[in-house]
Structure formats: structure tokens, C-alpha cells
């Protein structure tokens, strides 16, 4: 059994390749080369601490695997990650554990990627002002993802916690992969106001923008919600969205508040959510029709992604090891 430490893990995952794994997931997922099984989420004391098990099964690589992850909001101010997450990959042959993996970086990457491909999808071809609520990992993962997408003028950051901005506005300058101004924001609303395209990834329950300061042509990525409980995006912006596409429609109604909390008060229906990503990846549905429409992808993770960037991750660090 190989233990495969969050270094290991970043010698083969950069945005550009990730993105690239993501998108053939999605392909293989349609196909039904991969599948996740059904989440286990358990709130831990309360409803602010969760543990989380995603699964995923393999049927073109010989493996299949679990991701854990905690989610623990306060960790931050101890300077512990909020979000940590570990995979076990087994042998589909023997069942045996073949790998233990560090996956907080993984979980970010693959979360980022994904947002990329959405927003290549989803966003108008034009889009230049990225507005990014939440200064974690994720956020830092999401910058990183939508400058490989679209050519940015302007970010807007903003964060509860005001001290966090600076210091995640200097991170990002030094990622930056083209020429465009980062900006503090005063509120989630002006973030809004600006964007044409806005990330929420924060740890909040409770909306972090309010839908009616949206303007047209505006694309949503919904980062942060994973639990029934927890509404990141308000009902407007829901109700506002004319797309909206997920990384696995089974995975949306087990996990997301944003959405599941209008559909359980009769504001939605299931019609309402267009698909996954892989269906406008493969044209069953699309993505957007023209430049007017809010567009929204509300994502919760899938094992499917996980795994199958475990899976390459284990591949690549094997085929160098057996190289030397
Ligand atoms: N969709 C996915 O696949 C996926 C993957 C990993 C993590 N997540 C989720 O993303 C969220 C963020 O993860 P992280 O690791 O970056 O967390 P983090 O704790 O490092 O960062 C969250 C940030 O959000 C800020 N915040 C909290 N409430 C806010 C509010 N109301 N307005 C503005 N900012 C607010 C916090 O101050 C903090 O800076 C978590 O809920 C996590 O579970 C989702």
C-alpha cells in the first residue's frame, strides 16, 4: 500500500493538465466508464461541523475509491484548514487499499478545474470581471481556474473576515497568468454588481449576495454549499438562473442547500436543473443561448472526479517510480 503525501500530489496535478483529466471524467462519466455511488454526509456536534464520503467506481481502470472530508469552519483561526480531505483507492481486483492519499490540495484543484470547464461553458466568451467571495483554498483555487477560461480585466475579493483580503490579493498577484487589476470589495453585493462572472467559496449558511444586484449575462459558480442546511446563493438567484448544471444530478439533490431550500418550499422543480456538466460537454444540453441569460453551476463535488484524478495521480507516480 503506498502512502502519497500532498507534495507527491502537486508534482503532477497544474491547472492546465487538471482541467484536461476533469473534462475526460465527465466524457467517461456519460459513457458510464466511471460512476459515484450514493454521499454519506454526518454532521459532527451541530450542524456547523460535517464529515463527508464520496465513492466512486471504475469499470475502464482497475480501481475504486472513497474520499473523506471534514469540514471544520473554525479551523481557520487555529490556522488548520477548514477542509480536509484524504482518498483511499482500492484494487478492483483484489479489493485490497492500494493508496492512502493526501487530498486537500487534489479536492481544490479538481474544484477549480471543474469551475473552469462550467465556466468555459457557461460564461459569455466576453466575460472580463471575475468576482471572487471567500479568501480560502477554494477561492485561490477558483482565480487560478477562470484565468485559464477567460481573458480578466478586473477581480473583485471579498471576504467576512476583512484582514484576509490583503493577504489574498498579494497570493494571487503572484499567480496571475495575465495582465488584469485585483481589487478589494466592500460587500458580496458590490462583488455582484461588478461581476460577470462570481464565485462564491465560502463556509456560509446563509446567502452571501443578494440575486437582485446581478446583471444580465452573469455567470454564478455556487463553490461553497454542501449540505442541505447551508444556502450560499439566494432563491432570486436561483430563480434568476435560466442554466443550471452540476457535476452529478443525483450528488445535487443528496447535497445542495442552495438548491434543495427553494425546491422543498415549492419555488423549483427538478425541470429547473438543466443537466451535468458532462451533458453540455457532449451537447445534450446547452450551456447558455445567448448573452442576456443568468447562468449558474452549483457544484458539491462527485466522487467521479476525485477518484479518477486519484486514480491518475496513483498511475503517474507509479509509471515514474517503475521508470527509475
Ligand atoms: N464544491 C466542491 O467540490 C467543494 C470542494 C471543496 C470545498 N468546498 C467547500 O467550499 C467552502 C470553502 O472551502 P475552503 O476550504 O476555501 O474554506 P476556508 O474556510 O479556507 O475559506 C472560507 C472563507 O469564506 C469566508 N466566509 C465565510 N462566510 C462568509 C460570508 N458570509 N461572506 C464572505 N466570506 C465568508 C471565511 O472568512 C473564509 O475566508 C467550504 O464550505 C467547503 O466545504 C466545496
Redo the contacts with the bound molecule.
Sequence with gaps: MKTINEKQVKTFLSMGNVIEVVKKLYFECTEGQIRAGNRIYMPIRGEEN?GQWLVANSLSQPFFGSKF?S?F?K??AIGL???I?KISLYSAETGELQALIDANYL??I??GA?AAVATDLMARKNASVLSI????????SQVLAIQEVRKLEKVYV????PE?IDEFISMIEKEKNQDYSIVAAAS?DECAEQADIICT????K?P?FSGEKLKPGTHVNA????TPF?Q?IDENTVLKASKILT?HVEGLWEAAGDILIPFNEGRITKEDVTGELGDALTEKVSARDNDQEITLYE????GV?DIGLSIYVYQSLYKEEKGK
Excluded at 467571495?133 to 485561490?140: F, K, M, P, V
Excluded at 467559496?201 to 456560509?204: G, S
Design positions: 460535517v472530508s469540514v469552519p479551523n481557520v484548514p477548514s477542509t480531505s479536492t481544490a479538481k474544484t471543474s467571495i471567500g479568501t480560502g483554498l477554494q477561492a485561490y471579498y471576504d467576512v473576515v484576509r458580496g467559496c465560502t463556509t456560509a446563509s452571501v463553490i461553497g454549499s454542501f447551508m450560499e457535476e457544484s458539491v463535488g462527485s472526479l
